[in-house]
């Protein structure tokens, strides 16, 4: 009888324990998968911050360099200062001043252009449409910024300082003889503080030497360093 009774026992005991094991495993089990699932979700909330295409900009301070070529001014240096704001959404407004700087190049020219230095400075003005801002926006996929694909309506050399040649002799003036530019471009970010923005479309180009128009094909580069003020909202 007694052995009888210490098997009970011992099987009473044994699945006491196997019951807490069961349960302890259990508990194992769902602390380890909630903070897989919360760390997941913290990834994916940093990753969306640190892409630049999710972080909102209200306004651009652009500043490109880019190297040309004129078989008549030779080799030089274009450099582009430039401030575009958003007034909503999908469109903004850009400011920007181009300047032409000689390096070096043929001598066969007038004495005044055998030498660098500043050869051209314009004013442009700019009204751009983003089309697709909004509605990505809308969708998560983009913060309310200024890097996505637009259209532009431009007025380039409002004003220009050039050495220009009038009577056969080349220097300094300043006119206004403003070219009209209707293209397509794209607007993207390098790293934290670079940025490129290439387009083309047409324009209507106006030649002082001769007092005429033309319509020609248009295409813009730049590369440069821009600084934003971003919004927190």
């Given at each position: 009888?007694?052995?009888?009774?210490?098997?009970?026992?011992?099987?009473?005991?044994?699945?006491?324990?196997?019951?807490v094991?069961?349960?302890?495993?259990?508990?194992?089990?769902?602390?380890?998968?909630?903070?897989?699932?919360?760390?997941?979700?913290k990834?994916?909330?940093?990753?969306?911050?640190?892409?630049?295409?999710?972080?909102?900009?209200?306004?651009?301070?652009?500043?490109?360099?880019?190297?040309?070529?004129?078989?008549?001014?030779?080799?030089?240096?274009?450099?582009?200062l430039?401030?575009?704001?958003?007034?909503?959404?999908?469109?903004?407004?850009?400011?920007e001043?181009?300047?032409?700087?000689?390096?070096f190049?043929?001598?066969n020219?007038?004495?005044?252009?055998?030498?660098?230095?500043?050869?051209?400075?314009?004013?442009?003005?700019s009204?751009?449409?983003?089309?697709?801002q909004?509605?990505?926006?809308?969708?998560?996929?983009?913060?309310?910024?200024?890097?996505?694909?637009?259209?532009?309506?431009?007025?380039?050399?409002?004003?220009?300082?050039?050495?220009?040649?009038?009577?056969?002799?080349?220097?300094?003036?300043?006119?206004?003889?403003?070219?009209?530019?209707?293209?397509?471009?794209?607007?993207?970010?390098?790293?934290?503080?670079?940025?490129?923005?290439?387009?083309?479309?047409?324009?209507?180009?106006?030649?002082?030497?001769?007092?005429?128009?033309?319509?020609?094909?248009?295409?813009?580069?730049?590369?440069?360093?821009?600084?934003?003020?971003?919004?927190?909202?």
């Amino acid at each position: 009888m007694k052995p009888l009774l210490n098997l009970s026992l011992a099987s009473v005991i044994c699945c006491l324990c196997m019951g807490v094991h069961a349960q302890s495993d259990s508990i194992v089990t769902s602390t380890y998968e909630e903070p897989l699932k919360t760390s997941g979700f913290k990834e994916r909330e940093r990753f969306k911050y640190l892409k630049r295409s999710m972080i909102n900009e209200t306004s651009m301070f652009k500043l490109s360099a880019l190297p040309y070529w004129s078989g008549f001014f030779g080799f030089g240096l274009q450099a582009g200062l430039g401030y575009e704001k958003k007034i909503s959404p999908s469109f903004s407004v850009t400011g920007e001043v181009i300047n032409h700087f000689r390096l070096f190049g043929p001598t066969n020219v007038a004495a005044e252009m055998q030498y660098g230095g500043l050869m051209r400075s314009g004013l442009n003005a700019s009204f751009r449409y983003y089309y697709n801002q909004k509605k990505s926006i809308k969708n998560g996929t983009s913060g309310n910024n200024l890097l996505s694909s637009y259209f532009e309506f431009k007025v380039e050399d409002i004003f220009t300082l050039a050495r220009a040649r009038e009577n056969y002799v080349w220097k300094t003036s300043l006119f206004s003889y403003p070219n009209l530019v209707l293209a397509w471009g794209t607007q993207r970010r390098i790293g934290k503080y670079g940025y490129f923005d290439v387009a083309a479309g047409v324009k209507r180009f106006n030649e002082k030497m001769y007092w005429r128009s033309q319509i020609m094909p248009y295409a813009k580069i730049a590369i440069g360093i821009a600084l934003s003020r971003k919004d927190s909202k």
